[in-house]
């Protein structure tokens, strides 16, 4: 159903027949709620949080488009995060079991503010759907739809916020020996040495080539959160610790412990649309109990 929060912004909420919910703003087209069948919240959304334009909503899933970081000259993340998307009211009909999904489609267009900083006529849909099992899948498809002959070039990431009970018991699987981008040194190339990601200080990570399936077990909880990705090759694992929590006026200082970003994303090939291409990158994610115990 649609309401207005407290400040006046507009929310969708999505219900699945077991219980499992979503909450989407309009404002960024940001999901900023997932609970399970025992209304336990699996997204981070910090109690700093603004819910105030044009700041960007802190937690839940930040769309980054079409710019990554400040991989570029637009503002950190690019606009699409900071802008009022509108509800599709009679979405194309849904392929697969739709009579299963609650789904809802948003839609950005560039605005004449954006086409001055970034030139390009586009049309992103995003479709946000609660499957059978409490599964939340978000499909972008981002069309250019120039009429001066002009392509485009963008990076994108899904930039999730998973709930975690304690961030020192988080492993994340899935991402063994794969090359990443250290954000921490220059951006500079490595190679993942652990056989599974620990966390004792800051991280902030594009690794590249990654699989379609990562995993991030929360050990503490028993329960593992499964991302599956198409199109989106890349992963970024942030966590800001301490000192960069205590930095950040939107995030508690000691909030870090109780979050984790792992972000599909395609950052180390941008994506370049010809005039009436389009772009589709998908995530699904899910949370499974799981009988993880370290070692296994
Ligand atoms: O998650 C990767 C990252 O680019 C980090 O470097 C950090 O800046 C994070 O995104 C949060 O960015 P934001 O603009 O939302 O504060």
Known sequence: EQCKDPNGLDKIILREIRGFSAQVYLYGGQVTSWKNEHGEELLFVSSKANFKPPKPIRGGIPICFPQFSNHGSL???GFARNRFWTLDPNPPPFSTNSHY????DLILKNSEEDTKTWPHRFEFRLRITLGPGGDLMLTS???NTNTDGKSFTFTFAYHTYFSVTDISEVRVEGLE????LDNLKNRERFTEQGDAITFESEMDKVYLGTPTKIAIIDHERKRTYVLRKDGLP???VWNPWD?????LPDFGDEEYKHML??????IEKAITLKPGEEWKGRQEISAVASSYCSGQ
């Open 75 to 77: 503002e950190q993340h």
């Open 101 to 104: 999904r609650a789904f809802i």
């Open 141 to 143: 498809r981002i069309r």
């Open 177 to 180: 020996t794969l090359d990443y």
């Open 234 to 236: 890349d992963a970024v």
């Open 243 to 247: 000192k960069k929590s205590k930095a």
């Open 261 to 266: 970003c792992v972000q599909s994303a395609s």
